[in-house]
Each structure stands twice: as C-alpha cells, then as structure tokens.
C-alpha cells in the first residue's frame, strides 16, 4: 500500500468541486482557511473545545480542528460561507441579527454550522434538540439565550428548504 | 512538529500487511479527536497515520448468538442512534449521550475510546459490566480478549504493535436494571471526573441475583468492583446495604489507586455516586 506525503483530495465545497493536495498533519481548518481563505471558519482553541471551527460534512456538524485533512476526500463539506451571504441572509442568520444573537461575532459561524446541521437532520426542531446541538459551541458573550431563541425563531423561517 | 506520511487502506489485508511492516512506527487515525489534539501538541510523534476510519471492516452493530457486536470504527452518534444498542446496552447509549459533544460524538470511535486507554474513557465502565470481548487482527489471525485487558496502564494499550481493533462483543443485558453516570466539570465537554456502571438482576424478594459494577477515572484503569458485587449479591439494597456498599466502593478506590491528593474529595464522590446510581433501587 503506498504511503503519501502529500496526499490529492477532491471534496465539494460549498457546492464547488475541489481539487488539491494536502498533508497528513494539516487540519481540514487548517485547509479551509488558510489555503483557500475561506475566513468565516475560526480557530478558537484547536483541541475540539470551542466549537468555534465546526463545519458541516455530509450533513454532520465536527470540528475542523480535529479533522485531518485527508478525511475531506470524497466529502460534502459546508462552511458559513455555503449559508448566505450580506444581500442574501440565510434565515439562521437573519435570526441571530434579530434577536441580538451576535455580540463578537467569533462563535456565530460554528454555531449557524451546528444549526444547519441540526436542522438537516431534524427540520422541526424542540427546544432541548437546540440546546442540544450547540452543547459544543462556546459563547463568552451571550450568555446563549438570545442564540437558542434565535436558532428557534430561524429553524420556523428555513420552510423545509433543508 | 512531526509531519507524518498517511496511508489508506481499503481492505483490512491492506491494514494489516502495513502493520506488519510499520507497525511499531504508526498511529491508527479514525474520529481524530485524540490524534489531532496529540499531533498538534507534539505529545505524540510518528512517521505513519494509518487511516482506519472507512475499513468496512471495522462498521456496523449487529446481534448474533455471540452477543451484541459493535464495530471498532463505530461512532459515538452510531452507538447512541442504534435500536440494538438501546435494547441490549442501555447504559452503553447512556454513556454516548453525555460524550464529548454533537461535534465530536459524529466522528469519535468507540474503537478509539478504548484504544486511547484512557482512565477516563466514557464508554469502558458500560463495556465492563457487559463482560465485552474485544476482537483484534494480527498477522498471525485474530485475537480476542477481555476489553479490561486492553487497559494496561493510563494510556497504556494492551493492542500490540501489529494489531488492529476490529469489534467488540457485549453480553446483552436482560431485563434488569443497567445505568451509567459520570460527575464532570459541566455537562459537555467535560472529561469525566467519577464514571460508574451498573447491570443487575434481582430475585424476586428484591435481593441481587447477579450485579456488576465498574468504575471509571478512579482507578489508573477502569475496573469491575468486584468486592463490592461479592458484597451484594444475595442482599436487598436497603438503606444499611447500599450505605456499606458505597462504602466499600471507596476503600476499593483506595485501595487500588493508593491515597492521592484527590483522594480527599473521590473518597466522597465515589460514595455519592454510588449511592445515585443505585437510588431507583433503594428500600425504604
């Protein structure tokens, strides 16, 4: 079996096909943000912590820290950049706004992706299931209310589209 | 700042072949969610990452007359999702809902958890009182022992260098009472301060017919109690039973793990615990 240095991965990325090569000690973070400058994705603690660095693969939330960017081969990836943008907010995001979700602003990309995420799989979300799904992403500003009300409100506006 | 070389085995021929030959030199990679925190801290160097997460192999849970099978590359979610799991290990499912956290419980592996041989680990205390087999492959065939063996030492593995986990088999539970719980810093995230498992079954005066119990994060390995379980069987859990039990859970602590500055708070937590675990039990 060959053992690669560098490695060639193709993934879609945010709906774009893309090719490159990677090595095995680079973090799929490390590949999103720094080699395509994409830099919605933030590092916050780089262990699995934070939350600050989740994306979406094949409609699971995980943090791009602790993946290896290998594993993005053959991947369906999301980041918050595949969500909306300043003309066009996706509804999570116009929530967020709405409700005061946002102080800093360094937690709100991981916690739409754990929002997607959940919402990808549970279109109608409870309360607890909320809760739940952003239980691995760090807020030091809000205090997580206004964000929970915010998911909820958001989760009622996204029409089944996910 | 190692930089490994990575190697992707599509068969567990390949895997294993590659272990043959690098297997003192490599590291198994599935979730990432040791190795990555590991790599990016330089605690762990090593020339090879052998990426097991998508060796067929090691997927699935099933049940076959040998017991419940959980693949090595299982992931907590698939655990914690699994009708056969809830059915037939309730507090293995107990164990996966409070791990980590939604991010890292969709890449973690049970396989990893064990393999990590953490004190700690969440998923060895229910593992341990399903009397779990683990099955591994080497070049010489497959090997398969207790799961406790593979706990040698804090981070200490009993998977040899050649070896690759491939499953685990869980004793079903019948229809008694099972549960696990764990003390951490907050709800996730938290490594687990104080871990316990339970699977009893009782006659029909109340008393223990059979019980097991295990511990985690308060011994060097996780253990079965099994003092303790000698202590119970045959009893009914009333006050003055379960009270000498949580008791003897303490001393057992100690006694294994020796008088450490944290003694003075587990000695209290291990008591507490217990005595949780146990309380939908307990006459009054």
């Given at each position: 079996m060959k053992t690669y240095s560098v490695f060639p991965i193709q993934f879609t990325l945010n709906g774009e096909e893309t090719r490159l090569e990677v090595g095995a000690r680079e973090t799929a973070l490390y590949v999103i943000r720094e080699r395509l400058s994409l830099k919605g994705t933030k590092e916050g603690c780089g262990m699995g912590e934070c939350g600050a660095c989740t994306i979406v693969v094949d409609g699971k939330s995980v943090n791009a820290c602790l993946m290896a960017a290998p594993q993005l081969d053959g991947r369906k990836v999301m980041t918050v950049e595949g969500l909306g943008n300043e003309e066009n907010l996706h509804?999570?995001?116009?929530?967020?706004?709405?409700?005061?979700?946002?102080?800093?602003?360094?937690?709100?990309?991981?916690?739409?992706?754990?929002?997607?995420?959940?919402?990808?799989?549970?279109?109608?979300?409870?309360?607890?299931?909320?809760?739940?799904?952003?239980?691995g992403n760090l807020c030091r500003c809000t205090g997580y209310q206004q964000i929970v009300t915010a998911i909820e409100d958001g989760t009622k506006k996204t029409g089944g589209e996910d | 700042m190692t930089h490994p070389a990575y190697a992707k085995p599509e068969t567990l021929d390949e895997a294993l072949l590659f272990l043959k030959n690098y297997g003192a030199h490599m590291c198994p990679l599935a979730g990432g969610t040791d190795v990555m925190v590991n790599l990016r801290s330089g605690k762990l160097k090593t020339p090879y990452l052998l990426d097991v997460s998508r060796l067929p192999d090691l997927q699935g849970i099933a049940v076959s007359e040998e017991g419940l099978s959980v693949g090595a590359g299982t992931t907590i979610n698939e655990i914690y999702a699994s009708p056969l799991v809830a059915k037939h290990a309730p507090s293995l499912i107990k164990s996966c809902a409070f791990?980590?956290?939604?991010?890292?419980?969709?890449?973690?592996?049970?396989?990893?958890?064990?393999?990590?041989?953490?004190?700690?680990?969440?998923?060895?205390?229910?593992?341990?009182?399903?009397?779990?087999?683990?099955?591994?492959?080497?070049?010489?065939?497959?090997?398969?022992?207790?799961?406790?063996?593979?706990?040698?030492?804090?981070?200490?593995?009993?998977?040899?260098?050649?070896?690759?986990?491939?499953?685990?088999?869980?004793?079903?539970?019948?229809?008694?009472?099972?549960?696990?719980?764990?003390?951490?810093?907050?709800?996730?995230?938290?490594?687990?301060r104080m871990s316990m498992a339970v699977l009893a079954d009782r006659e029909k005066d109340g008393s223990f017919a059979s019980i097991r119990l295990a511990l985690g994060s308060g011994t060097p390995t996780p253990m079965r109690m099994g003092r303790v379980e000698s202590f119970l069987v045959g009893k009914r859990p009333d006050p003055q039973t379960l009270e000498a039990g949580a008791r003897l859970m303490a001393a057992e602590m100690i006694r294994v793990t020796g008088i450490r500055p944290s003694t003075v708070y587990k000695e209290k937590a291990i008591q507490g615990l217990f005595l949780r675990i146990m309380g939908p039990l307990a006459e009054n």
């Amino acid at each position: 079996m060959k053992t690669y240095s560098v490695f060639p991965i193709q993934f879609t990325l945010n709906g774009e096909e893309t090719r490159l090569e990677v090595g095995a000690r680079e973090t799929a973070l490390y590949v999103i943000r720094e080699r395509l400058s994409l830099k919605g994705t933030k590092e916050g603690c780089g262990m699995g912590e934070c939350g600050a660095c989740t994306i979406v693969v094949d409609g699971k939330s995980v943090n791009a820290c602790l993946m290896a960017a290998p594993q993005l081969d053959g991947r369906k990836v999301m980041t918050v950049e595949g969500l909306g943008n300043e003309e066009n907010l996706h509804p999570l995001q116009k929530a967020l706004l709405d409700h005061h979700g946002v102080q800093c602003g360094f937690c709100t990309p991981g916690l739409l992706m754990s929002a997607q995420a959940l919402i990808g799989e549970t279109p109608r979300p409870t309360h607890q299931q909320v809760v739940e799904s952003i239980s691995g992403n760090l807020c030091r500003c809000t205090g997580y209310q206004q964000i929970v009300t915010a998911i909820e409100d958001g989760t009622k506006k996204t029409g089944g589209e996910d | 700042m190692t930089h490994p070389a990575y190697a992707k085995p599509e068969t567990l021929d390949e895997a294993l072949l590659f272990l043959k030959n690098y297997g003192a030199h490599m590291c198994p990679l599935a979730g990432g969610t040791d190795v990555m925190v590991n790599l990016r801290s330089g605690k762990l160097k090593t020339p090879y990452l052998l990426d097991v997460s998508r060796l067929p192999d090691l997927q699935g849970i099933a049940v076959s007359e040998e017991g419940l099978s959980v693949g090595a590359g299982t992931t907590i979610n698939e655990i914690y999702a699994s009708p056969l799991v809830a059915k037939h290990a309730p507090s293995l499912i107990k164990s996966c809902a409070f791990f980590g956290s939604p991010q890292i419980r969709n890449v973690a592996t049970m396989g990893g958890n064990v393999g990590n041989a953490s004190p700690s680990a969440d998923t060895a205390p229910p593992l341990l009182v399903h009397g779990t087999k683990a099955i591994l492959a080497g070049e010489r065939g497959k090997r398969t022992v207790a799961v406790e063996d593979l706990f040698v030492g804090p981070y200490q593995s009993g998977i040899r260098s050649h070896e690759l986990l491939l499953r685990f088999i869980l004793k079903p539970a019948g229809a008694g009472f099972s549960d696990f719980q764990k003390i951490g810093r907050r709800k996730s995230l938290a490594i687990s301060r104080m871990s316990m498992a339970v699977l009893a079954d009782r006659e029909k005066d109340g008393s223990f017919a059979s019980i097991r119990l295990a511990l985690g994060s308060g011994t060097p390995t996780p253990m079965r109690m099994g003092r303790v379980e000698s202590f119970l069987v045959g009893k009914r859990p009333d006050p003055q039973t379960l009270e000498a039990g949580a008791r003897l859970m303490a001393a057992e602590m100690i006694r294994v793990t020796g008088i450490r500055p944290s003694t003075v708070y587990k000695e209290k937590a291990i008591q507490g615990l217990f005595l949780r675990i146990m309380g939908p039990l307990a006459e009054n």
